[in-house]
């Protein structure tokens, strides 16, 4: 749910392309937009695996992406918006899988420092 609420407050109000002086188009959106989104995505991501539920940080995040990539993007006539949301679907599940490792690993290694260890009498 949090993914799909952060795409629309980050990416679905800008749906102009931005023409250029010399012709040519971007957009419609701009690089900032796309680093809030990543940034917001963390949070939801950290809390979800650092309570042991790792596959539904990854799953979650990227199927609310999909599914808001897809809705946002699905009035495109060419039909090409279909390479897009799939491209956002492969991106999210790679980045969100690759942060739940690194919040796991960092996450284990502060629980391990602050517990004694097993057998031992301090």
Do not use: C, K, N
Not at 37 to 57: F, G, I
């Amino acid at each position: 749910m949090v993914a799909p609420l952060a795409w629309a407050g980050w990416l679905g109000w800008d749906q102009r392309r931005d023409v250029h002086a010399d012709g040519t188009t971007t957009g419609p959106y701009q690089a900032w937009q796309v680093i809030g989104l990543v940034l917001t995505q963390l949070a939801p991501v950290y809390w979800a695996t650092v309570r042991r539920h790792p596959l539904a940080a990854v799953l979650g995040t990227s199927a609310g992406l999909t599914a808001a990539a897809y809705y946002d993007w699905s009035d495109d006539a060419s039909g090409l918006f279909v390479i897009g949301v799939g491209l956002v679907t492969l991106g999210s599940l790679t980045a969100t899988t690759a942060a739940t490792a690194t919040i796991t690993s960092i996450h284990r290694a502060r629980t391990a420092g602050e517990r004694p260890a097993a057998g031992r009498l301090s």
